[in-house]
């Protein structure tokens, strides 16, 4: 059975850094595109970052641009995301997930997911 298991969530500070790790089971992570989503406490899930199989494109929310870097290591089979510069906003649970499609999009469903992992920022 695939599985995408997140890792690396934690307590930071404002102004700090996380990195998240994804990792697959029976599963090429450089196969497909693959998306980090996060949902806070009473919100809505929320697209954070892809990357794409293809050509590694990739895309950010808004929220997030220029503080966190999507990026792949294919030996490991491993998709990370770097935060830094953390904002008590960033706090959710974060998943790694797929659509099995090679290229980003923000309408097909997320078919998919890890169990998420939880990033507090606070200080």
């Known amino acids: 059975q695939e599985q995408l298991v997140e890792s690396g969530g934690g307590l930071a500070q404002p102004g700090g850094s996380l990195r998240l790790s994804c990792a697959a089971s029976?599963?090429?992570?450089?196969?497909?595109?693959i998306t980090w989503l996060r949902q806070a406490p009473g919100k809505e899930r929320e697209r954070v970052s892809c990357?794409?199989?293809?050509?590694?494109?990739?895309d950010y929310a808004d929220a997030v641009k220029g503080r966190f870097t999507i990026t792949r290591d294919s030996a490991k089979n491993m998709v990370y995301l770097q935060m830094n510069n953390l904002k008590p906003e960033d706090t959710a649970v974060y998943y790694c997930?797929?659509?099995?499609?090679?290229?980003?999009?923000?309408?097909?469903?997320?078919?998919?997911w890890g169990q998420g992992t939880e990033v507090t920022v606070s200080s």
């Open positions: 997930a797929t659509d099995y499609g090679y290229y980003c999009s923000k309408t097909r469903q997320q078919t998919l």
């Open positions: 990357i794409s199989r293809q050509d590694g494109g990739t």
């Open positions: 029976r599963f090429t992570l450089d196969d497909y595109a």
